[in-house]
């Protein structure tokens, strides 16, 4: 079954520190593989795509094929990058192309 | 934002009765879908639409069914409220099926309480 996990429901750091949000995904064809985020008081919008591979705001995200994981990861945790971070795979179930989302991971960042 | 609303922003309603939830959007865009989130289940897609008058199940449809009459409509149908359908839903749409340069485009949710 198509499945993403998110095993931290919260993770809180310091401002500076590195982070890293982990997402693993089960799926049997080849996965597209997304992060999406929402900060306080604003809707739902990407964040970064794996085929992008490219930085977004810092982050950035590698598919590990062999892993079955997509973790976002930051050198240096900022105020402004608290939010609710949702890890997400792009696949056919049941014969049509659907998002799948994961738990989410509140992140906070202390100052 | 892109332009998606949703209305109601903010629902209380009683066990059993019906509820509808409408999204608008002035995007033209051909797929619209219906979420809710939940504590501890993340996003969960409950109906889609690929068309006017197009729609299919999602993972979570049991007790709610959607209408898309025209292309910037797609409603949200509570048939009859239960408590369990106490949530935040979001519509969202996007230019094509979900794909790797298919960005899914969010609508600020309602929240919904079945008392």
């Known amino acids: 079954a198509q499945r993403v996990t998110q095993p931290e429901k919260l993770l809180s750091v310091f401002k500076g520190a590195p982070v890293e949000l982990k997402c693993n995904y089960s799926y049997s064809g080849s996965p597209e593989l997304f992060w999406y985020v929402q900060y306080s008081r604003q809707r739902l919008q990407l964040l970064l795509r794996h085929i992008s591979r490219e930085s977004i705001k810092g982050f950035t995200a590698d598919l590990n094929k062999g892993e079955t994981s997509f973790h976002l990861k930051k050198p240096f945790a900022q105020e402004e990058d608290s939010a609710m971070y949702y890890c997400?795979?792009?696949?056919?179930?049941?014969?049509?192309?659907?998002?799948?989302f994961g738990q989410g991971t509140r992140l906070t960042i202390n100052p | 934002d892109a332009g998606i609303t949703q209305s109601p922003r903010h629902k209380v309603t009683e066990t059993g009765t019906p509820v509808t939830l409408r999204c608008h959007q002035t995007e033209n865009h051909r797929y619209m879908y219906w979420y809710r989130q939940d504590p501890g289940h993340g996003l969960r897609l409950i109906h889609y639409?690929?068309?006017?008058?197009?729609?299919d199940k999602g993972e979570v449809s049991d007790g709610y069914s959607v209408s898309r009459s025209k292309t910037e409509d797609f409603l949200l149908t509570l048939e009859s409220a239960t408590s369990s359908q106490t949530s935040v839903y979001f519509c969202?749409?996007?230019?094509?099926?979900?794909?790797?340069?298919?960005?899914?485009?969010f609508g600020p949710g309602t929240r919904l309480t079945v008392l």
């Open positions: 969202a749409i996007s230019e094509s099926a979900a794909g790797v340069y298919n960005e899914q485009f």
């Open positions: 997400a795979l792009s696949g056919v179930i049941q014969g049509a192309q659907k998002l799948v």
């Open positions: 639409s690929y068309g006017v008058k197009d729609t």
